[in-house]
């Protein structure tokens, strides 16, 4: 995307320089600062690319061109806005916020007049100055990624950047707050269709049918904004949650049992400071939750405008060991049996003590041990002894179809997963919902989120209302296309990886480097099926 970079810098400059871009050349500031109205109005237009322009911009690098055999090419120019709005905080806080409006353009029926919009809730990201209207940012990846896919095919797309980021105030990140993110994914859809009729994109307009969709962190935001829109009774026309941490008691039990998730170093302060904001008893002190190597400004480390290498690199965050190598002890009151069984359960999968049969993952999840390590001892095993007396029973070993515990636990944290978990709250889908993910997912568990959520429902699924997608699964109708096209994407980045440097890679190492990567490589391949999935409502 350099090219794309230089032949935006003009109009990146100009957006620094002046809050312009109105057809009229000037810019309003809003003086209501009630959540989901604008702050600016109309948008300042950051960009606009005809379909031939961004085709030859995506061709011009290796990557553009791989997504580009994803998305297809460019069916529609886009114009790409920069939307300010106002919004609230985990606390009910009022901040301002940001996102994006890409409105599609050009002369083809599919790219003016009336137009389905898109809401999109995008995945975690460590960078504080995330904004995913920027697309002459390189590291905007996912910003491209819904540009091509969705704006480019007749899309209006609206995404925040979430508060926290950007030109917010507000000190830390709602992360997995699925009040205050739904409410903020309203914010913004009200802020663009106020906007959207003053912009120079006028020709374009709101045919009325919505969808919502949204990867890793924002799948968890995707389903919980369906929830929000079907339970005020509003008009969702689908949506499509992708890899999102849904089933959250039961994510944050397989965890501290010892299926260490990749990332859950950067996940745990973002997820603490969260529910610590909004709920003020997820410990006294940092210090209960998080060990003395680490606890020093912990909960305002990220989001952060410093690079994560750096992060890591400076001894701020260990890498992968969130937790201690050596095992607790657990000592259950007048229980030793329960004692030996829960303390074999906290010891290093793998290790000959760990209850549990090994599988592919365990070495995955072995490395999220070691010393120095990220959460205490203590605090651990106060989670576990609340997940033995009021068990989510999905985990640890998974069962079909486990609703969400009727009592509410009584660990703080797990109070907070309860909360959050979208099994709660008495709702299930009334429109058509497609759940995308890949089964070998290390960052976010397939099977004990969209499984879970797939057993919670399923007579939803039986019935065809709810749609489930491994992308790695066998190839099969509706979606073999999809589901062929990443698993010959995965057998070529590893025969890549295993060429490497003259074939130095040994087998081993160029595994463990599609299981770094799986996560994000499953994005482009399940917005595919969710955009096929939305074409033909």
């Not at 925040?160 to 507000?170: E, H, K, M, W």
């Not at 959207?196 to 949204?214: I, R």
């Not at 009727?406 to 978990?421: C, G, I, S, T």
């Not at 995308?436 to 099977?447: E, L, R």
């Amino acid at each position: 995307m350099v090219k794309l970079s230089a032949l935006l810098s003009v109009a990146v400059m100009a957006a620094l320089l002046c809050a312009c871009g109105s057809s009229s050349g000037t810019s309003m500031v809003a003086s209501s600062e009630a959540h989901g109205t604008l702050s600016v109005n109309p948008p300042f237009r950051i960009a606009s690319l005809d379909a031939a322009s961004f085709k030859a911009e995506l061709a011009g690098s290796s990557s553009g061109a791989q997504l580009l055999q994803i998305t297809g090419d460019p069916s529609c120019g886009v114009d790409f806005y920069y939307v300010k709005f106002w919004t609230v905080g985990g606390a009910a806080e009022t901040t301002q916020s940001s996102g994006a409006m890409m409105v599609p353009t050009g002369a083809a029926p599919a790219c003016s007049g009336p137009r389905p919009i898109l809401l999109y809730a995008h995945g975690t990201n460590a960078d504080k100055t995330l904004n995913i209207a920027d697309v002459t940012n390189p590291a905007n990846t996912e910003g491209v990624l819904i540009a091509a896919m969705f704006a480019a095919q007749g899309y209006i797309v609206v995404a925040p950047n979430y508060a926290g980021y950007d030109i917010s105030t507000l000190g830390y990140h709602p992360f997995l707050n699925a009040e205050q993110q739904s409410g903020e994914m309203l914010d913004i859809l009200a802020a663009a269709r106020t906007a959207l009729p003053n912009t120079l994109s006028s020709a374009t307009s709101d045919g009325g049918k919505l969808f919502v969709t949204g990867y890793s962190e924002g799948g968890h935001v995707a389903m919980a904004t369906q929830r929000a829109l079907e339970k005020s009774g509003a008009m969702l026309t689908a949506a499509a949650p992708m890899s999102g941490p849904y089933a959250l008691e039961a994510f944050g039990d397989a965890i501290f049992f010892g299926n260490v998730d990749l990332g859950s170093t950067v996940f745990s302060p973002l997820l603490s400071t969260s529910y610590q904001k909004a709920y003020g008893n997820i410990y006294a002190a940092p210090s209960d939750l998080y060990s003395a190597t680490y606890v020093s400004g912990i909960e305002t480390l990220l989001p952060s405008a410093t690079p994560l290498d750096t992060i890591f690199s400076s001894g701020l965050l260990p890498q992968t060991a969130l937790f201690d190598s050596t095992t607790p002890v657990v000592t259950v009151p007048g229980n030793p049996v329960l004692s030996a069984e829960l303390t074999a359960l906290l010891s290093v999968p793998g290790s000959p003590n760990y209850p549990l049969p090994p599988t592919a993952q365990t070495p995955l999840f072995a490395a999220g041990f070691g010393s120095p390590y990220l959460i205490n001892n203590s605090y651990r095993v106060n989670y576990v002894l609340d997940a033995a007396a009021n068990p989510d029973g999905a985990v640890p070993a998974p069962q079909s179809g486990v609703p969400l515990a009727a009592v509410m636990p009584a660990q703080p944290l797990r109070q907070a997963f309860y909360k959050n978990d979208l099994r709660n709250g008495a709702w299930s889908p009334s429109s058509p919902t497609l759940l995308c993910g890949g089964d070998a997912d290390p960052t976010v568990f397939y099977s004990v989120n969209t499984g879970t959520m797939a057993a919670f429902w399923s007579p939803l699924v039986q019935a065809g209302l709810i749609t489930v997608l491994d992308v790695s699964a066998a190839p099969a109708p509706p979606f073999a296309a999809v589901q062929t096209g990443f698993q010959d994407s995965q057998a070529a980045q590893l025969a890549f990886y295993e060429s490497a440097a003259g074939g130095s890679l040994s087998p081993a190492a160029a595994q463990l480097l599609i299981v770094e990567g799986y996560h994000s490589s499953v994005a482009p391949f399940c917005a595919a099926a969710a955009r096929a999935f939305f074409s033909q409502l």
